[in-house]
């Protein structure tokens, strides 16, 4: 199993462009979601999937979509960078949400908007 | 609201020696679940120990143990005989049923030798 994957590992935006995070997972979990991290300020949640075709906000939303239309994909889309989405965004995946089960987080994304 | 709170944004421990982090957390569920993840400086996140609320037992992983008190919603992690490997920044998170999993800010360990 390659576990959570996430594409690109770097990216440098200029304001005001767009582009899509891409996470995928081949473990069959039905919860996946997406982190922002930044420096003092631990992970924020920005959207999280409870399934296929479910997607909800996080405490961060605004500035970012979320769509998911497979079991293995949830991509994260930035609609219009801005400098503040500067950070480094991590994907998790597990079988359920709110529950024991551990969260398998993918490498992260450095993203930087100038 | 949930909140998960840690207090020591940083601290130094030597080879060899113990040390414990601090978090408390606030939620009105009776039934949660609570985790300590570890990230190195190679970014990835890591699962170093999880417990549920509903046991009293305190969760042990090999050096790693926790202080469980749910009364006071307080959640230490404590690291026996560190090493040099577990410099790295330590979050506290708490799951339960409903909502996603919550990250506290961190707190960065330093093991010098």
């Known amino acids: 199993n390659a576990g959570v994957t996430q594409t690109p590992k770097f990216q440098v935006l200029k304001t005001g462009q767009s582009m899509t995070l891409q996470c995928a997972q081949d473990?069959?979990?039905?919860?996946m979601s997406w982190y922002r991290q930044d420096p003092g300020m631990g992970l924020r949640l920005i959207h999280y999937?409870?399934?296929?075709?479910?997607?909800d906000q996080g405490e961060v939303p605004n500035g970012y979509n979320v769509s998911r239309s497979t079991t293995e994909d949830f991509p994260l889309r930035l609609l219009s960078a801005a400098p503040s989405q500067t950070s480094v965004y991590f994907c998790?995946?597990?079988?359920?949400?709110?529950?024991?089960?551990?969260?398998?987080f993918g490498p992260g994304t450095r993203l930087t908007v100038l | 609201a949930q909140t998960v709170t840690q207090s020591q944004p940083e601290m130094s421990v030597q080879e060899a020696e113990t040390v414990t982090l601090s978090c408390t957390y606030d939620?009105?569920?009776?039934?949660?679940?609570l985790f300590w993840y570890k990230q190195p400086p190679s970014r990835q996140m890591i699962l170093v120990i999880r417990?549920?609320?509903?046991?009293?037992q305190n969760a042990t992983e090999n050096r790693f143990s926790v202080n469980f008190q749910k009364a006071a919603k307080s959640f230490s992690l404590k690291i026996s005989d560190s090493q040099l490997g577990d410099t790295a920044m330590y979050f506290c998170?708490?799951?339960?049923?409903?909502?996603?999993?919550?990250f506290g800010k961190g707190t960065t360990l330093s093991v010098s030798s």
């Open positions: 998790a995946s597990s079988y359920h949400e709110g529950t024991y089960n551990e969260q398998f």
């Open positions: 473990m069959n979990h039905e919860y």
């Open positions: 999937s409870v399934g296929a075709g479910i997607t």
């Open positions: 939620t009105s569920e009776n039934n949660y679940y």
């Open positions: 417990q549920e609320a509903y046991k009293q």
């Open positions: 998170a708490l799951n339960q049923a409903g909502t996603a999993l919550i």
